[in-house]
Protein backbone atom coordinates (compact mmCIF):
# COMPACT_ATOMS: atom_id res chain seq x y z
CA UNK A 1 0.00 0.00 0.00
CA UNK A 2 1.19 3.81 -0.80
CA UNK A 3 1.98 5.76 2.04
CA UNK A 4 0.39 9.28 1.49
CA UNK A 5 1.12 12.30 4.09
CA UNK A 6 -2.45 13.85 5.01
CA UNK A 7 -2.57 17.50 4.70
CA UNK A 8 -5.48 17.78 6.70
CA UNK A 9 -5.64 17.54 10.41
CA UNK A 10 -7.46 14.39 11.60
CA UNK A 11 -9.64 14.35 14.86
CA UNK A 12 -10.20 12.03 17.32
CA UNK A 13 -12.03 8.87 16.17
CA UNK A 14 -10.58 9.52 12.68
CA UNK A 15 -10.22 6.48 10.77
CA UNK A 16 -8.56 7.90 7.63
CA UNK A 17 -4.95 6.83 7.18
CA UNK A 18 -2.53 8.52 9.40
CA UNK A 19 0.75 10.41 8.00
CA UNK A 20 3.99 8.63 7.92
CA UNK A 21 6.15 8.37 11.24
CA UNK A 22 8.57 11.16 11.30
CA UNK A 23 11.46 9.06 10.51
CA UNK A 24 9.82 8.39 7.09
CA UNK A 25 8.88 12.03 6.47
CA UNK A 26 12.53 13.61 7.33
CA UNK A 27 15.27 11.96 7.34
CA UNK A 28 18.37 13.71 7.19
CA UNK A 29 17.90 16.01 4.57
CA UNK A 30 14.81 14.01 2.85
CA UNK A 31 11.56 15.96 3.01
CA UNK A 32 13.64 19.02 4.40
CA UNK A 33 11.07 22.13 3.79
CA UNK A 34 14.06 24.42 3.17
CA UNK A 35 16.19 21.84 1.06
CA UNK A 36 12.92 20.97 -0.65
CA UNK A 37 12.67 24.80 -1.90
CA UNK A 38 16.05 24.80 -3.11
CA UNK A 39 15.46 21.48 -5.20
CA UNK A 40 12.43 22.71 -6.48
CA UNK A 41 14.20 25.54 -7.46
CA UNK A 42 16.34 24.55 -9.88
CA UNK A 43 13.50 22.33 -11.89
CA UNK A 44 11.67 26.03 -11.98
CA UNK A 45 14.40 28.03 -12.83
CA UNK A 46 15.37 26.10 -15.85
CA UNK A 47 11.23 26.61 -16.94
CA UNK A 48 11.04 30.14 -16.41
CA UNK A 49 14.00 31.10 -17.58
CA UNK A 50 13.65 28.93 -21.14
CA UNK A 51 10.65 31.19 -21.58
CA UNK A 52 12.52 34.31 -22.06
CA UNK A 53 15.94 33.25 -22.96
CA UNK A 54 14.89 32.00 -26.39
CA UNK A 55 14.00 35.61 -26.86
CA UNK A 56 17.45 36.97 -27.42
CA UNK A 57 18.23 34.16 -29.41
CA UNK A 58 15.34 34.22 -31.80
CA UNK A 59 17.11 36.52 -33.91
CA UNK A 60 20.27 33.87 -34.12
CA UNK A 61 17.95 31.34 -34.77
CA UNK A 62 16.21 33.29 -37.52
CA UNK A 63 19.01 33.74 -39.40
CA UNK A 64 20.90 30.03 -39.16
CA UNK A 65 17.76 28.27 -39.98
CA UNK A 66 16.08 31.05 -42.71
CA UNK A 67 12.75 31.01 -40.24
CA UNK A 68 10.16 33.53 -41.38
CA UNK A 69 8.39 35.96 -38.57
CA UNK A 70 5.72 33.79 -38.04
CA UNK A 71 7.87 30.57 -37.57
CA UNK A 72 9.54 32.52 -35.33
CA UNK A 73 6.67 33.74 -33.24
CA UNK A 74 5.98 29.48 -32.86
CA UNK A 75 9.46 28.59 -31.02
CA UNK A 76 7.86 30.99 -28.26
CA UNK A 77 4.25 30.47 -28.35
CA UNK A 78 4.54 26.70 -29.09
CA UNK A 79 6.00 26.26 -25.75
CA UNK A 80 3.79 28.61 -24.21
CA UNK A 81 1.15 26.94 -25.78
CA UNK A 82 2.34 23.83 -24.63
CA UNK A 83 2.71 24.36 -20.95
CA UNK A 84 -0.97 26.44 -21.08
CA UNK A 85 -2.82 23.20 -22.45
CA UNK A 86 -1.09 21.12 -19.95
CA UNK A 87 -0.84 22.86 -16.69
CA UNK A 88 -4.00 22.00 -15.17
CA UNK A 89 -3.64 18.37 -16.24
CA UNK A 90 0.04 18.14 -14.83
CA UNK A 91 -1.49 19.47 -11.08
CA UNK A 92 -4.71 16.59 -11.37
CA UNK A 93 -1.18 14.15 -12.04
CA UNK A 94 0.28 15.60 -9.38
CA UNK A 95 -2.05 15.18 -6.91
CA UNK A 96 -2.92 11.72 -8.07
CA UNK A 97 0.22 10.42 -8.36
CA UNK A 98 2.20 12.49 -6.51
CA UNK A 99 3.60 15.43 -6.99
CA UNK A 100 7.30 14.06 -6.39
CA UNK A 101 7.39 11.89 -9.14
CA UNK A 102 5.32 14.33 -11.69
CA UNK A 103 8.55 16.40 -10.57
CA UNK A 104 10.97 13.87 -11.71
CA UNK A 105 9.20 13.02 -14.73
CA UNK A 106 9.55 16.63 -15.99
CA UNK A 107 12.99 17.57 -14.84
CA UNK A 108 13.91 14.27 -17.19
CA UNK A 109 11.84 15.26 -19.83
CA UNK A 110 12.25 18.83 -19.94
CA UNK A 111 16.40 18.05 -20.14
CA UNK A 112 15.95 15.39 -22.74
CA UNK A 113 13.69 18.20 -25.18
CA UNK A 114 16.24 21.11 -24.63
CA UNK A 115 19.18 18.70 -25.69
CA UNK A 116 16.83 17.58 -28.78
CA UNK A 117 16.66 21.33 -29.59
CA UNK A 118 20.67 22.10 -29.66
CA UNK A 119 20.83 19.14 -31.95
CA UNK A 120 17.84 20.20 -34.61
CA UNK A 121 18.94 21.67 -37.49
CA UNK A 122 15.78 22.70 -39.21
CA UNK A 123 13.02 25.34 -37.51
CA UNK A 124 10.28 22.55 -37.96
CA UNK A 125 12.28 20.31 -35.16
CA UNK A 126 13.22 23.59 -32.90
CA UNK A 127 9.66 23.99 -32.78
CA UNK A 128 8.55 20.63 -32.53
CA UNK A 129 11.05 20.15 -29.34
CA UNK A 130 10.16 23.07 -28.07
CA UNK A 131 6.24 21.10 -27.61
CA UNK A 132 7.75 18.70 -25.73
CA UNK A 133 9.98 21.28 -23.42
CA UNK A 134 6.28 22.80 -22.43
CA UNK A 135 5.13 19.37 -21.89
CA UNK A 136 7.21 18.65 -19.48
CA UNK A 137 7.57 21.50 -18.47
CA UNK A 138 4.03 21.33 -17.19
CA UNK A 139 5.01 18.79 -14.93
CA UNK A 140 7.44 20.80 -12.78
CA UNK A 141 5.40 24.38 -12.45
CA UNK A 142 2.24 22.39 -10.47
CA UNK A 143 4.44 20.24 -8.71
CA UNK A 144 6.99 22.27 -6.73
CA UNK A 145 3.99 24.09 -6.05
CA UNK A 146 2.69 21.10 -4.36
CA UNK A 147 5.53 20.08 -2.95
CA UNK A 148 6.13 23.38 -0.73
CA UNK A 149 2.61 23.40 0.32
CA UNK A 150 2.88 20.25 2.06
CA UNK A 151 6.37 20.39 3.55
CA UNK A 152 6.59 24.05 4.89
CA UNK A 153 4.66 24.92 7.94
CA UNK A 154 1.97 27.12 7.62
CA UNK A 155 3.83 29.91 9.36
CA UNK A 156 6.78 29.42 6.84
CA UNK A 157 4.72 28.86 3.71
CA UNK A 158 4.28 32.56 2.66
CA UNK A 159 7.66 32.72 3.05
CA UNK A 160 8.82 30.11 0.92
CA UNK A 161 6.19 31.12 -2.06
CA UNK A 162 7.71 34.35 -1.90
CA UNK A 163 11.19 33.09 -2.55
CA UNK A 164 9.72 30.34 -5.56
CA UNK A 165 7.52 33.86 -6.37
CA UNK A 166 11.36 35.44 -6.76
CA UNK A 167 13.06 32.72 -8.86
CA UNK A 168 10.41 32.65 -11.18
CA UNK A 169 10.21 36.09 -11.70
CA UNK A 170 14.20 36.81 -11.60
CA UNK A 171 14.48 34.00 -13.96
CA UNK A 172 11.94 35.06 -16.52
CA UNK A 173 13.35 38.21 -16.32
CA UNK A 174 17.43 36.77 -16.74
CA UNK A 175 16.82 34.74 -19.73
CA UNK A 176 17.63 37.56 -22.00
CA UNK A 177 21.01 38.13 -20.18
CA UNK A 178 22.03 34.50 -20.01
CA UNK A 179 20.68 34.49 -23.50
CA UNK A 180 23.10 36.88 -24.73
CA UNK A 181 26.58 35.75 -23.22
CA UNK A 182 25.42 31.98 -24.88
CA UNK A 183 24.50 33.29 -28.31
CA UNK A 184 27.38 35.72 -28.83
CA UNK A 185 30.27 33.75 -27.20
CA UNK A 186 29.63 30.28 -28.32
CA UNK A 187 25.87 29.64 -30.22
CA UNK A 188 22.43 29.78 -30.37
CA UNK A 189 22.88 25.79 -29.37
CA UNK A 190 24.05 26.28 -26.29
CA UNK A 191 20.65 28.42 -24.69
CA UNK A 192 18.95 24.89 -24.76
CA UNK A 193 21.93 22.52 -23.60
CA UNK A 194 22.57 24.71 -20.45
CA UNK A 195 19.58 23.06 -19.34
CA UNK A 196 20.66 19.70 -19.71
CA UNK A 197 23.77 19.83 -16.48
CA UNK A 198 20.50 22.06 -15.00
CA UNK A 199 18.26 19.32 -15.22
CA UNK A 200 20.86 16.23 -13.99
CA UNK A 201 21.48 18.54 -11.02
CA UNK A 202 17.81 18.82 -10.57
CA UNK A 203 17.03 14.73 -10.85
CA UNK A 204 19.89 14.31 -8.16
CA UNK A 205 18.75 16.41 -5.69
CA UNK A 206 15.23 15.50 -6.24
CA UNK A 207 16.09 11.77 -5.71
CA UNK A 208 18.24 12.51 -2.35
CA UNK A 209 15.77 15.14 -0.86
CA UNK A 210 11.77 15.30 -2.15
CA UNK A 211 9.73 13.06 -0.31
CA UNK A 212 6.09 12.39 -1.66
CA UNK A 213 3.21 14.29 -0.53
CA UNK A 214 -0.48 13.28 -1.35
CA UNK A 215 -3.89 14.71 -0.49
CA UNK A 216 -5.81 12.17 1.31
CA UNK A 217 -8.48 12.45 -1.13
CA UNK A 218 -6.59 12.31 -4.37
CA UNK A 219 -8.96 12.33 -7.42
CA UNK A 220 -9.37 9.04 -8.92
CA UNK A 221 -10.04 9.32 -12.39
CA UNK A 222 -9.53 11.64 -15.14
CA UNK A 223 -11.66 14.21 -16.87
CA UNK A 224 -10.13 13.10 -20.74
CA UNK A 225 -12.87 14.71 -22.39
CA UNK A 226 -12.60 18.15 -20.36
CA UNK A 227 -8.57 18.12 -21.35
CA UNK A 228 -9.39 17.54 -24.53
CA UNK A 229 -12.49 20.49 -24.92
CA UNK A 230 -10.11 23.04 -23.02
CA UNK A 231 -7.02 22.01 -25.36
CA UNK A 232 -8.92 22.49 -28.21
CA UNK A 233 -10.36 25.61 -27.07
CA UNK A 234 -7.18 26.73 -26.50
CA UNK A 235 -4.81 26.18 -29.26
CA UNK A 236 -7.69 27.41 -31.59
CA UNK A 237 -7.78 30.58 -30.14
CA UNK A 238 -4.12 31.28 -30.11
CA UNK A 239 -3.95 29.23 -33.63
CA UNK A 240 -6.46 31.87 -34.98
CA UNK A 241 -4.25 35.20 -33.55
CA UNK A 242 -0.96 33.71 -34.61
CA UNK A 243 -2.54 33.36 -38.35
CA UNK A 244 -4.67 36.27 -38.50
CA UNK A 245 -2.45 38.45 -39.70
CA UNK A 246 -1.53 36.29 -42.89
CA UNK A 247 -5.21 35.32 -43.48
CA UNK A 248 -6.87 38.70 -42.67
CA UNK A 249 -8.78 39.48 -39.93
CA UNK A 250 -11.51 39.71 -41.61
CA UNK A 251 -10.60 36.20 -43.20
CA UNK A 252 -13.34 33.56 -42.76
CA UNK A 253 -10.93 30.97 -41.51
CA UNK A 254 -9.61 33.65 -38.92
CA UNK A 255 -13.53 33.79 -37.20
CA UNK A 256 -13.82 29.80 -38.12
CA UNK A 257 -10.89 29.40 -35.47
CA UNK A 258 -12.19 31.97 -33.04
CA UNK A 259 -16.09 30.62 -32.95
CA UNK A 260 -14.28 26.93 -32.46
CA UNK A 261 -12.71 28.57 -29.40
CA UNK A 262 -15.84 29.87 -28.03
CA UNK A 263 -17.70 26.62 -28.66
CA UNK A 264 -14.95 24.54 -26.80
CA UNK A 265 -14.71 26.73 -23.84
CA UNK A 266 -18.96 26.72 -23.60
CA UNK A 267 -18.58 23.24 -23.89
CA UNK A 268 -16.21 22.69 -21.25
CA UNK A 269 -18.06 24.69 -19.18
CA UNK A 270 -20.83 22.73 -19.52
CA UNK A 271 -18.94 19.14 -18.78
CA UNK A 272 -17.46 20.25 -16.33
CA UNK A 273 -20.70 20.85 -14.58
CA UNK A 274 -21.91 17.03 -15.28
CA UNK A 275 -18.63 15.45 -14.40
CA UNK A 276 -17.77 13.13 -11.48
CA UNK A 277 -13.93 14.38 -11.03
CA UNK A 278 -13.69 17.88 -13.22
CA UNK A 279 -10.86 18.76 -14.42
CA UNK A 280 -11.57 22.34 -13.31
CA UNK A 281 -14.11 22.50 -10.27
CA UNK A 282 -16.47 25.55 -11.98
CA UNK A 283 -17.31 25.96 -7.76
CA UNK A 284 -13.21 27.61 -7.65
CA UNK A 285 -14.96 30.84 -9.27
CA UNK A 286 -16.92 31.50 -6.78
CA UNK A 287 -14.08 33.24 -5.08
CA UNK A 288 -13.96 36.40 -7.11
CA UNK A 289 -10.11 37.22 -5.18
CA UNK A 290 -8.92 33.69 -7.17
CA UNK A 291 -11.00 34.53 -10.40
CA UNK A 292 -9.47 37.87 -10.27
CA UNK A 293 -5.89 36.70 -9.13
CA UNK A 294 -6.08 34.31 -12.54
CA UNK A 295 -7.32 37.20 -14.69
CA UNK A 296 -4.70 39.14 -13.28
CA UNK A 297 -1.62 36.90 -14.40
CA UNK A 298 -3.42 36.50 -18.07
CA UNK A 299 -3.15 40.41 -18.23
CA UNK A 300 0.15 40.55 -16.54
CA UNK A 301 1.56 38.36 -18.85
CA UNK A 302 0.46 39.43 -21.81
CA UNK A 303 1.55 42.97 -21.24
CA UNK A 304 5.04 41.76 -20.44
CA UNK A 305 5.72 38.30 -22.24
CA UNK A 306 4.41 40.52 -25.52
CA UNK A 307 6.21 43.56 -24.93
CA UNK A 308 9.15 41.51 -24.15
CA UNK A 309 8.94 39.74 -27.83
CA UNK A 310 9.62 43.06 -29.83
CA UNK A 311 11.94 44.64 -27.00
CA UNK A 312 15.13 42.38 -28.05
CA UNK A 313 14.83 43.25 -31.62
CA UNK A 314 14.52 46.27 -31.06
CA UNK A 315 17.61 46.52 -29.18
CA UNK A 316 19.76 43.91 -32.05
CA UNK A 317 18.45 44.65 -35.19
CA UNK A 318 17.54 48.67 -34.61
CA UNK A 319 20.23 49.82 -32.23
CA UNK A 320 22.84 47.31 -33.53
CA UNK A 321 23.37 45.88 -30.34
CA UNK A 322 25.08 42.29 -30.06
CA UNK A 323 23.09 39.62 -28.27
CA UNK A 324 25.30 40.34 -24.76
CA UNK A 325 24.99 44.21 -24.81
CA UNK A 326 21.07 43.71 -25.35
CA UNK A 327 20.73 41.21 -22.07
CA UNK A 328 23.02 43.95 -20.21
CA UNK A 329 20.56 46.52 -21.25
CA UNK A 330 17.91 44.47 -19.72
CA UNK A 331 19.86 44.06 -16.97
CA UNK A 332 17.52 46.81 -15.03
CA UNK A 333 14.71 44.92 -15.27
CA UNK A 334 16.61 41.94 -14.23
CA UNK A 335 17.70 43.72 -11.19
CA UNK A 336 14.74 45.47 -10.21
CA UNK A 337 12.52 42.25 -10.50
CA UNK A 338 15.19 40.49 -8.06
CA UNK A 339 15.30 43.44 -5.52
CA UNK A 340 11.83 44.02 -5.83
CA UNK A 341 10.49 40.16 -5.60
CA UNK A 342 11.48 39.86 -1.76
CA UNK A 343 10.13 43.36 -0.98
CA UNK A 344 7.46 42.55 -2.15
CA UNK A 345 7.20 39.56 -0.51
CA UNK A 346 7.29 41.52 2.75
CA UNK A 347 4.81 44.36 1.94
CA UNK A 348 2.09 41.68 1.11
CA UNK A 349 3.06 40.08 4.24
CA UNK A 350 1.65 43.02 5.91
CA UNK A 351 -0.55 44.83 3.99
CA UNK A 352 -2.32 42.45 1.81
CA UNK A 353 -1.80 41.57 -1.43
CA UNK A 354 -4.56 44.14 -3.39
CA UNK A 355 -2.17 47.46 -2.93
CA UNK A 356 1.42 45.99 -3.66
CA UNK A 357 -0.57 43.96 -6.61
CA UNK A 358 -2.49 47.19 -8.05
CA UNK A 359 0.63 49.86 -7.35
CA UNK A 360 2.20 46.90 -9.36
CA UNK A 361 0.23 47.00 -12.37
CA UNK A 362 0.19 50.96 -12.38
CA UNK A 363 4.02 50.69 -12.55
CA UNK A 364 3.87 48.51 -15.68
CA UNK A 365 1.20 50.63 -17.62
CA UNK A 366 3.71 53.25 -16.78
CA UNK A 367 6.73 51.62 -17.67
CA UNK A 368 4.84 50.25 -21.30
CA UNK A 369 3.70 53.49 -22.06
CA UNK A 370 7.06 54.88 -21.23
CA UNK A 371 8.51 51.98 -24.19
CA UNK A 372 6.05 53.19 -26.70
CA UNK A 373 7.90 56.66 -26.62
CA UNK A 374 11.48 54.89 -27.54
CA UNK A 375 12.95 55.59 -30.93
CA UNK A 376 15.94 54.99 -32.75
CA UNK A 377 18.43 56.73 -31.26
CA UNK A 378 16.78 56.45 -27.75
CA UNK A 379 20.14 56.85 -25.10
CA UNK A 380 20.83 54.07 -22.41
CA UNK A 381 19.80 56.01 -19.52
CA UNK A 382 16.31 56.36 -20.73
CA UNK A 383 15.81 52.73 -21.68
CA UNK A 384 17.07 51.83 -18.58
CA UNK A 385 14.94 53.79 -16.80
CA UNK A 386 11.54 52.44 -17.94
CA UNK A 387 13.22 48.52 -17.89
CA UNK A 388 13.90 49.57 -14.09
CA UNK A 389 10.18 50.39 -13.37
CA UNK A 390 8.68 47.49 -15.72
CA UNK A 391 10.96 45.33 -13.26
CA UNK A 392 9.71 47.12 -9.69
CA UNK A 393 6.57 46.91 -11.32
CA UNK A 394 6.20 42.86 -12.35
CA UNK A 395 7.85 41.89 -8.62
CA UNK A 396 4.56 42.03 -6.73
CA UNK A 397 2.24 40.17 -9.49
CA UNK A 398 5.17 37.42 -10.02
CA UNK A 399 5.10 36.95 -5.58
CA UNK A 400 1.40 37.81 -5.11
CA UNK A 401 -0.46 35.92 -7.77
CA UNK A 402 0.35 32.65 -5.69
CA UNK A 403 -0.54 33.68 -2.71
CA UNK A 404 -4.01 34.95 -4.14
CA UNK A 405 -5.08 32.21 -6.33
CA UNK A 406 -3.42 29.06 -4.68
CA UNK A 407 -4.50 30.75 -0.79
CA UNK A 408 -7.81 30.95 -1.92
CA UNK A 409 -7.69 27.28 -3.30
CA UNK A 410 -9.52 24.40 -1.37
CA UNK A 411 -6.94 22.48 -0.02
CA UNK A 412 -7.27 19.38 -1.75
CA UNK A 413 -7.32 21.52 -5.19
CA UNK A 414 -4.27 22.67 -4.43
CA UNK A 415 -2.57 21.39 -7.19
CA UNK A 416 -5.16 21.64 -9.76
CA UNK A 417 -5.00 25.84 -8.31
CA UNK A 418 -1.46 25.62 -9.03
CA UNK A 419 -2.05 24.55 -12.48
CA UNK A 420 -4.39 27.12 -13.04
CA UNK A 421 -2.41 29.61 -11.79
CA UNK A 422 0.80 29.12 -13.77
CA UNK A 423 -1.38 28.25 -16.82
CA UNK A 424 -2.96 31.68 -16.42
CA UNK A 425 0.44 33.33 -17.06
CA UNK A 426 1.33 31.20 -19.79
CA UNK A 427 -1.86 31.40 -21.40
CA UNK A 428 -0.97 35.21 -20.88
CA UNK A 429 2.15 35.03 -22.71
CA UNK A 430 1.32 32.97 -25.75
CA UNK A 431 -1.85 35.34 -25.74
CA UNK A 432 0.41 38.50 -25.70
CA UNK A 433 3.40 37.36 -28.21
CA UNK A 434 0.18 36.66 -30.49
CA UNK A 435 -2.12 39.83 -30.09
CA UNK A 436 0.85 42.31 -29.91
CA UNK A 437 2.44 40.17 -33.02
CA UNK A 438 -0.74 40.84 -35.18
CA UNK A 439 -0.56 44.57 -33.85
CA UNK A 440 3.28 45.22 -34.92
CA UNK A 441 2.37 43.05 -38.32
CA UNK A 442 -0.71 45.07 -38.85
CA UNK A 443 0.81 48.40 -38.05
CA UNK A 444 3.94 47.28 -40.20
CA UNK A 445 1.56 46.46 -43.47
CA UNK A 446 -0.34 49.84 -43.33
CA UNK A 447 2.55 52.25 -43.16
CA UNK A 448 5.20 50.39 -45.14
CA UNK A 449 3.99 51.22 -48.25
CA UNK A 450 3.31 55.07 -47.73
CA UNK A 451 6.87 55.47 -45.77
CA UNK A 452 8.58 53.50 -48.77
CA UNK A 453 7.26 56.04 -51.16
CA UNK A 454 7.55 59.47 -49.06
CA UNK A 455 11.50 58.73 -48.75
CA UNK A 456 11.27 58.38 -52.65
CA UNK A 457 12.27 54.88 -52.76
CA UNK A 458 11.49 52.49 -56.01
CA UNK A 459 8.10 51.26 -56.34
CA UNK A 460 7.64 47.49 -55.15
CA UNK A 461 5.53 45.06 -56.69
CA UNK A 462 3.27 43.14 -54.45
CA UNK A 463 5.37 40.21 -53.54
CA UNK A 464 8.67 42.61 -52.74
CA UNK A 465 6.41 44.18 -50.45
CA UNK A 466 5.23 41.48 -48.66
CA UNK A 467 8.71 40.06 -47.93
CA UNK A 468 10.02 43.79 -47.31
CA UNK A 469 6.81 44.03 -44.51
CA UNK A 470 7.92 40.41 -43.07
CA UNK A 471 11.95 41.78 -42.76
CA UNK A 472 10.57 45.09 -41.14
CA UNK A 473 7.90 43.35 -38.55
CA UNK A 474 11.22 42.17 -36.82
CA UNK A 475 13.46 45.61 -37.62
CA UNK A 476 15.17 44.48 -40.38
CA UNK A 477 15.98 46.46 -43.52
CA UNK A 478 14.98 44.63 -46.77
CA UNK A 479 18.20 45.79 -48.40
CA UNK A 480 19.36 43.60 -51.35
CA UNK A 481 22.63 42.56 -52.15
CA UNK A 482 24.57 45.53 -54.45
CA UNK A 483 22.36 48.08 -53.29
CA UNK A 484 23.89 51.90 -53.82
CA UNK A 485 24.97 53.14 -49.74
CA UNK A 486 22.56 56.00 -50.42
CA UNK A 487 19.46 53.54 -51.18
CA UNK A 488 20.80 51.73 -48.69
CA UNK A 489 20.36 54.23 -45.73
CA UNK A 490 16.98 55.51 -47.05
CA UNK A 491 15.72 51.61 -46.76
CA UNK A 492 17.04 51.13 -43.60
CA UNK A 493 15.79 54.74 -42.37
CA UNK A 494 12.24 53.23 -43.78
CA UNK A 495 13.06 50.23 -41.94
CA UNK A 496 13.60 51.40 -38.86
CA UNK A 497 11.42 54.19 -38.42
CA UNK A 498 8.70 51.82 -39.75
CA UNK A 499 9.05 49.02 -37.08
CA UNK A 500 9.43 51.79 -33.98
CA UNK A 501 5.60 52.64 -35.17
CA UNK A 502 4.66 49.26 -34.77
CA UNK A 503 6.44 48.54 -31.50
CA UNK A 504 4.72 51.66 -29.88
CA UNK A 505 1.51 51.05 -30.85
CA UNK A 506 1.88 47.61 -29.52
CA UNK A 507 3.37 48.75 -26.31
CA UNK A 508 0.59 51.67 -25.98
CA UNK A 509 -1.82 48.35 -26.34
CA UNK A 510 0.30 46.37 -23.57
CA UNK A 511 0.13 49.87 -21.67
CA UNK A 512 -3.69 50.22 -21.89
CA UNK A 513 -3.85 46.00 -21.07
CA UNK A 514 -2.01 46.92 -17.59
CA UNK A 515 -4.06 49.80 -16.96
CA UNK A 516 -6.55 47.59 -16.59
CA UNK A 517 -5.37 45.13 -14.41
CA UNK A 518 -5.06 47.65 -11.99
CA UNK A 519 -8.62 47.62 -11.64
CA UNK A 520 -8.54 43.76 -11.16
CA UNK A 521 -6.15 43.59 -9.03
CA UNK A 522 -8.41 45.66 -6.26
CA UNK A 523 -10.44 42.53 -6.16
CA UNK A 524 -7.50 40.26 -4.71
CA UNK A 525 -7.78 39.77 -1.20
CA UNK A 526 -5.40 37.11 1.01
CA UNK A 527 -6.01 33.82 0.83
CA UNK A 528 -8.33 32.33 2.83
CA UNK A 529 -6.76 28.29 2.99
CA UNK A 530 -3.20 30.12 2.80
CA UNK A 531 -2.28 28.48 6.40
CA UNK A 532 -4.93 25.21 5.65
CA UNK A 533 -2.90 21.97 5.82
CA UNK A 534 1.04 23.10 5.52
CA UNK A 535 3.91 20.87 6.74
CA UNK A 536 2.21 18.40 9.08
CA UNK A 537 5.10 17.65 11.43
CA UNK A 538 8.39 18.85 9.56
CA UNK A 539 11.54 19.87 10.71
Known amino acids: ?147 LRATFPAEKLNMAIGIWGMVIGASTAGGPILGGVLVEHVNWQSVFFINVPVGVLALVLGILILLDHRAENAPRSFDILGIALLSAAMFCLVWALIKAPAWGWGDGQTWTFIAASVLGFALFAFWETKVKEPLIPLGLFRSVALSAGVVLMVLMAIAFMGGLFFVTFYLQNVHGMSPIDAGLHLLPLTGMMIVGSPLAGVMITKLGPRIPLAGGMAATAIAMYGMSTLETDTGSAVMSLWFALLGLGLAPVMVGATEVIVGNAPLELSGVAGGLQQAAMQIGGSLGTAVLGAVMASKVDSALAGNWKDAGLPPLTAAQEAQASEAVQVGMPPVAKGTPEAIAAKITDVAHDTFISGMSLASLVAAGVAAIAVFVALLTKRGENAEAGAGVGHV
Not at 45 to 63: E, R
Not at 83 to 101: E, M, N, P, Y
Not at 110 to 130: E, K, N, Q, Y
Open 1 to 147: MTSQTTLDKTGPGDDRPAAPSEGARASGLRGHPWFTLITVAVGVMMVALDGTIVAIANPAIQQDLGATFAEVQWITNGYFLALAVSLITAGKLGDRFGHRQTFLIGVVGFAAASGAIGLSDSIAFVVTFRVLQGLFGALLMPAALGL
